[in-house]
């Protein structure tokens, strides 16, 4: 299988396109138009686990993504999806509302363990291919001070559990037992493996 010349990645973050270049993936960005709800799609269904739901809002997303493909008249090529959920116990925290929301999900993550889970899946030519990872991260507690500065900074916003792991908030990460570039928001090894079975090489 000859390799494809690139892959379309839909999604917004610029850290999975980062990603992707580390791994020296060409993509192109097939996002949402207008007239589409992607809000929706992340909807948490009553007494959903955190695990599942990040799996049914990747696919969720990967059948949005391919139906845009399609509606677009775009060349074929495999489309990349990912979301990532930050969860306290079975508590799934989204990206935060406003600065009281992230001080919020802050102080829930202070001074305790929680997991970080992102989905990935890969369609195309009638394949499809989906993974999940699973880390763990343990933040020492946090002061009100820290967790005022850091909503004032504004990184909270547009990520899920209010935070950024290669943010300032990483001084006060104790330990992390999985995937740093998972808890980025796109686990490389993971998704490498998905990608070889599209015919990428790594």
């Known amino acids: 299988m000859s390799a494809p010349a690139f892959v ?3 999604s917004q973050s610029p850290r999975r396109r980062q990603l992707l270049d580390q791994l020296g993936v060409a993509h192109q960005l097939l996002l949402p138009g207008p ?4 809000e929706a799609l992340e909807a948490v269904l009553a007494g959903e686990q955190p695990e599942r739901y990040c799996e049914r809002v990747t696919g969720a997303k990967l059948d949005a993504a391919l139906q845009r493909l399609d509606r677009r008249g775009l060349p074929e090529a495999p489309v990349l999806c990912a979301d990532t959920t930050v969860a306290v116990d079975d ?3 989204g990206k935060p509302e406003d ?3 992230a001080a919020r999900m802050l102080r829930l993550l202070s001074g305790r363990e929680h997991r970080v889970i992102t989905a990935v899946s890969v369609a195309g030519a009638g394949r499809r291919v989906a993974s999940l990872s699973v880390s763990r991260v343990h933040f020492a507690a946090l002061d009100e001070g820290c967790i005022v500065r850091y909503v004032a900074s504004r990184e909270p916003f547009g990520k899920a559990g209010a935070y950024a792991i290669q943010s300032q908030l990483a001084a ?3 330990r992390i037992d999985g995937s740093y570039s998972g808890i980025m928001g796109l686990p490389l090894f993971e998704t490498a493996r998905a990608l070889e079975q599209f015919g990428f090489e790594f």
């Not at 007239?35 to 992607?38: K, M, R």
């Open 35 to 38: 007239e589409e709800d992607a």
């Open 172 to 174: 006060w990460i104790a």
């Open 91 to 93: 508590l799934i925290l």
């Open 99 to 101: 600065e009281a929301d």
């Open 8 to 10: 379309y990645l839909a």
